[in-house]
């Protein structure tokens, strides 16, 4: 029989019961992200150098963070925190043109490097008219790329694109668009691409020999990286000038970069202010032989090197010294500074037979470059074919 008492210590537990239930079913708190829309609209300069510096720390900073190579020093990355502020579109488009890049094409060095391959010609695969000297070399790069999206952009479609992506930054189309020379356009539009949408740039004339995943070593993180290049020429030789423009000069027929990466992002800014600068006081002429220098493999050198020794991005108060030619000269293995991986001569330039370049077989070599002189008029590729 219930007795009041027991009734009471029943009631007691099943309340107790209940209390106990309901508390360890209590939904907790969700995880939430940053919204991105909410985020700063000011992109600092400085927003390399805060990811870089995820790649340098635990590593000493008195001996050279290289890949196969030794005796290349790095500095450690200073440590400088992004600004909170908040700005409109029309605060970005007052600020000077690298602020302008860096806004719109913000750059993650930890991100995936996107699955772009980027091709430009005259006409397309699909075209009747595309060379079929050109076929096997282009469809080297799907081979080795399954699953990547491949463009062969013609001098068309690449001013839509250009207007596309671009628009928010008219002093960059106005470049662009004014350029004279078609090989100008072509240099250009590699930059211009690979900032705003990364991935792999490749002249039509070269081939794929080895994916992309084995460019860089395999102890180096693919989330430090934001930059893979290779060294076109190393002349070693007294009379380098009089054949190349720079003592080690990187080539710009294959390219592989994250989207935004300070380099491509302080290039396009230098060739857009010259362009314009030149299109003002009416000396913006067809000189072939500016090319190189303008926007050819001599100025892409030039930059690279210029992010080497920039302090906005490396703590040079370690520095035994500026980065130069002398320290890539005769490499055989990749090196690391930074986030950037320079390959050797061989990766890019298989075959050549100088300046120390392996062979196509060489377990080093990547891309085979034709070199067909595809910037060259028609005209002028035919007398010397």
């Known amino acids: 029989m219930l007795t009041p008492r027991k009734a009471v210590i029943v009631a007691a537990f099943v309340l107790t019961f209940f209390y106990l239930l309901r508390s360890s079913h209590t939904p907790r708190a969700p995880i939430t992200h940053p919204d991105p829309t909410q985020a700063s609209a000011e992109i600092p ?25 030794p005796g290349l020093h790095i500095p450690p990355v200073a440590d400088k925190k992004p600004a909170a502020k908040q700005q409109t579109l029309a605060d970005i488009s007052s600020k000077p043109l690298r602020q302008q890049l860096a806004y719109q094409f913000p750059y993650d060095v930890e991100g995936k490097f996107p699955g772009y391959i980027w091709q430009t010609w005259k006409y397309t695969p699909a075209s009747g008219e595309f060379g079929e000297n050109f076929r096997p070399s282009e469809a080297s790069w799907s ?11 013609t001098d068309q479609v690449a001013v839509h694109l250009m207007k596309h992506l671009y628009a928010s930054v008219p002093d960059v189309l106005e470049a662009y668009n004014s350029l004279p020379l078609p090989i100008m356009k072509a240099d250009f539009f590699r930059y211009l691409i690979l900032l705003a949408r990364g991935g792999i740039y490749a002249d039509i004339d070269t081939a794929a020999i080895k994916s992309a995943a084995d460019w860089i070593p395999e ?15 190393d002349p070693d030789r007294p009379d380098w000038q009089e054949w190349y423009s720079r003592r080690i000069q990187f080539c710009q027929w294959t390219i592989q970069a994250k989207a935004g990466h300070p380099v491509l992002r302080d290039l ?49 108060s370690t520095s035994r010294g500026n980065i130069t030619w ?30 120390g370049a392996g062979e196509d077989d060489d377990p080093m070599a990547f891309v085979k470059h034709e070199f067909e002189g595809t910037w060259k008029p028609e005209e002028e590729r035919k007398k010397n074919g």
Do not use: C
């Open 219 to 233: 102890d180096v993180p693919r989330s430090t990286i934001g930059l893979v290049i290779g060294i076109e020429a």
């Open 268 to 316: 396009v800014a230098s060739i857009t202010e010259e362009t314009l600068k030149r299109k003002k006081a009416g000396t913006l002429d067809a000189n072939h032989k500016s090319v190189v220098e303008f926007t050819g493999p001599a100025i892409w050198t030039d930059k690279v090197f210029a992010f080497f020794n920039n302090a906005d991005y490396f703590d040079m």
């Open 45 to 69: 300069a400085s927003k390399a150098a805060t990811a870089n510096k995820q790649q340098t720390t635990g590593l000493p900073t008195d001996k050279p963070i290289t890949s196969g190579t």
């Open 143 to 153: 081979e080795m790329h399954p699953g990547f999206v491949h463009e062969v952009v």
């Open 326 to 355: 002398e320290n890539f000269t005769g490499i055989k293995q990749p090196k690391r500074v930074g986030d950037v991986i320079v390959l050797p001569i061989t990766s890019f330039s298989p075959g050549v037979q100088q300046m």
